[in-house]
């Protein structure tokens, strides 16, 4: 268990609905990253938050979008969905002896129909 | 743009083989992460490398990172059916990781 938690765990939805993905990080972790697996790409970066404020964008749609609380949770948000945006979603937070280890979190499956 | 290459993409070898997976760049990294990941679920991490030439060890798992910082490779030694999985190495820079896209492993009994 990485201490990070993602829900829900599975989502199907249909095209042209909006989701949210909800993420916490450790505990005492600030840094919460998203990130999108699909069979062909990979895994993507998708953006980045500290401390509740936006870092780093990676290869994130204009009708997906994120913010993380002031609690440290994040959400992750996607709208008009296509069927290319079914893929599993995962949320990292980032700590440990090196600054650039990240853990991830179980994850959330999306499918689109 | 950094990249990181995987290779091979596929591996499927018997239990008790050995084998060793790559991981290369043409960009430095300060650190490199492996990562292990089970069909469905999040990558967990493996070893963290930060010093070029540095070789770490996790029982039958051995991790080299290249001298110029830019290359990695993980060794396992006698494979079992639960070394099953996507090996993914990631590139640390800027407080951001750049993924390979993994070496999918099969240890069969």
């Known amino acids: 268990d990485s201490g990070v938690t993602q829900t829900p765990k599975h989502l199907i939805t249909a095209t042209g609905q909006r989701v949210t993905l909800r993420c916490s990080p450790r505990?005492?972790?600030?840094?919460v990253y998203w990130y999108q697996q699909s069979l062909d790409q990979g895994l993507q970066f998708l953006i980045h938050?500290?401390?509740?404020?936006?870092?780093a964008k990676g290869n994130i749609l204009e009708r997906f979008s994120a913010q993380q609380f002031p609690d440290l949770h994040s959400e992750l948000n996607l709208s008009s969905l296509e069927l290319g945006d079914s893929a599993l979603y995962f949320c990292?937070?980032?700590?440990?002896?090196?600054?650039?280890?990240?853990?991830f979190g179980p994850g959330t499956r999306l499918t689109v129909l | 743009t950094q990249l990181l290459e995987q290779s091979p993409q596929f591996l499927s070898i018997q239990e008790g083989e050995n084998l060793t997976v790559y991981c290369n760049s043409s960009?430095?990294?300060?650190?490199l992460q492996w990562y292990r990941q089970e069909p469905g679920e999040g990558p967990v991490l493996l070893v963290t490398?930060?010093?070029?030439?540095e070789v770490k060890k996790l029982k039958r798992l051995t991790f080299q990172f290249g001298d110029a910082r830019k290359d990695s490779s993980l060794h396992i030694t006698a494979a079992q059916p639960g070394d099953t999985g996507l090996y993914l190495c990631?590139?640390?820079?800027?407080?951001?990781?750049?993924f390979g896209k993994g070496t999918l492993l099969t240890v069969n009994p």
């Open positions: 490398v930060v010093t070029g030439g």
């Open positions: 990631a590139g640390g820079s800027n407080y951001k990781l750049t």
């Open positions: 960009s430095v990294f300060s650190s």
């Open positions: 505990s005492g972790d600030l840094s």
């Open positions: 938050y500290y401390n509740g404020e936006e870092r």
């Open positions: 990292a937070s980032r700590g440990g002896t090196n600054y650039n280890e990240q853990f």
